[in-house]
């Protein structure tokens, strides 16, 4: 059973566009929600995280939005470049805190043409 | 400041073998979580180590087995190597109930 489900599986978005990446969740007990952005060869990296108690996050240009009477989360990029070229994993857990085992989706591969 | 170290970088075993990755977590961390990351897919959660315990475990054989040593580095063992444990195992360290930072990842080849 997939718990978090990610979508869309891959994205091309123009330079200076904006790629948005949808999650959706079934485990209402799930409280912390990432996103990790991961290069090839690379680790993943915490881009930015939210918790259910608001329902949108900024960082720079990375947003996330949270709707949770719908169970999805959504993460914005706006002006999006190049370097933003990656895959991008949306992550949950019932942690709060984030340090517990994540579930994670099975990732977004954008591409960013100039 | 070093981040999440792992080593080694790749590893080929064959089928029925034994392999063991190290995972240094990053300074002041004392939490170190394993995953799986298949080709293509997102990681999946093995095992969580804390205070040299095995605090949480996803759905992994016990095949599957840790260990976490007082200055909070960390091993992975995996036993009786099957084709399909070939992935990148990744570690992830966290400072109490903070976020998690990944190490590169191992690279495991099983022929």
């Known amino acids: 059973q997939q718990q978090v489900k990610q979508s869309p599986q891959s994205l091309i978005v123009q330079k200076g566009g904006i790629s948005i990446i949808n999650c959706a969740y079934e485990?209402?007990?799930?409280?912390?929600f990432p996103w990790y952005q991961q290069f090839p060869g690379k680790g993943p990296a915490l881009l930015i995280a939210?918790?259910?108690?608001?329902s949108e996050k900024k960082e720079g240009r990375f947003t996330i939005s949270f709707n949770k009477s719908a169970k999805q989360f959504s993460l914005h990029i706006m002006d999006s470049q190049p370097g933003d070229s990656a895959t991008y994993f949306c992550?949950?857990?019932?942690?709060?805190?984030?340090?517990?085992?994540?579930?994670f989706g099975k990732g977004t591969h954008l591409i960013i043409q100039p | 400041d070093a981040g999440v170290t792992q080593s080694p970088t790749h590893l080929i075993k064959t089928r029925g073998q034994q392999v063991t990755l190290r995972c240094s977590p990053k300074?002041?961390?004392?939490?170190v979580s394993w995953y799986q990351q298949a080709l293509g897919q997102g990681p999946q959660f093995i095992f969580q180590?804390?205070?040299?315990?095995?605090?949480q475990r996803g759905n992994f054989p016990d095949r599957f087995s840790g260990h976490q040593f007082p200055n909070y580095s960390s091993e992975l063992n995996v036993n009786a190597l099957l084709l399909g444990d070939s992935a990148l195992y990744l570690c992830?360290?966290?400072?109490?109930?903070?976020?998690?930072?990944f190490g590169p990842g191992t690279r495991l080849t099983v022929t």
């Open positions: 992550a949950a857990t019932d942690s709060g805190g984030g340090a517990d085992g994540l579930t």
């Open positions: 485990n209402t007990a799930f409280d912390y």
């Open positions: 939210i918790r259910p108690d608001v």
């Open positions: 300074s002041g961390h004392d939490t």
């Open positions: 180590y804390y205070e040299e315990e095995e605090r």
């Open positions: 992830a360290s966290a400072n109490g109930l903070y976020e998690q930072y």
